[in-house]
């Protein structure tokens, strides 16, 4: 029964905006980090880097999430994140949509 349980939870979309950019950003699992990307998004990232899920498996280990700037307007939301990964502080900016209840990644760049 737990294991369906974990499944479920992580087939949930994300409540807030924060959830789905640390869900991406600190995933569970590589799956779940690519079921927080809004599917325009998700092809536009697979053509350039490849399939998401094999590059996800692949991507270091995070920690030290901050949030910072958090801006929610109506059913689109920008934020920016500071976190730790193979020794280096990385400072992104994402924009989000919600969509159906769940919080999409639409877009996301370094700064």
Same mark, same amino acid.
């Given at each position: 029964?737990?294991?369906?349980?974990?499944?479920?939870?992580?087939?949930?979309?994300?409540?807030?905006?924060?959830?789905?950019?640390?869900?991406?950003?600190?995933?569970?699992?590589?799956?779940?980090?690519?079921?927080?990307?809004?599917?325009?998004?998700?092809?536009?990232?697979?053509?350039?880097?490849?399939?998401?899920?094999?590059?996800? *498996?692949?991507?270091?280990?995070?920690?030290? @999430?901050?949030? %910072?700037?958090?801006? !929610?307007?109506?059913?689109? =939301?920008? +934020?920016?994140? *500071?976190?730790?990964?193979?020794?280096?502080? @990385?400072?992104? %900016?994402?924009?989000? !949509?919600?969509?159906?209840? =769940?919080? +999409?990644?639409? *877009?996301?760049?370094?700064?």
């Amino acid at each position: 029964m737990l294991p369906f349980l974990v499944a479920v939870f992580l087939l949930a979309g994300a409540r807030t905006p924060q959830a789905a950019v640390q869900r991406f950003v600190h995933p569970a699992s590589a799956k779940d980090a690519c079921a927080q990307l809004a599917p325009t998004y998700r092809r536009q990232i697979e053509a350039a880097y490849g399939p998401c899920v094999a590059g996800m *498996a692949r991507n270091p280990k995070t920690s030290h @999430l901050v949030f %910072s700037r958090v801006t !929610v307007t109506g059913t689109h =939301a920008k +934020l920016q994140i *500071a976190y730790q990964a193979n020794g280096r502080t @990385l400072r992104e %900016s994402y924009t989000l !949509v919600r969509s159906k209840g =769940a919080w +999409l990644i639409t *877009a996301s760049r370094q700064l």
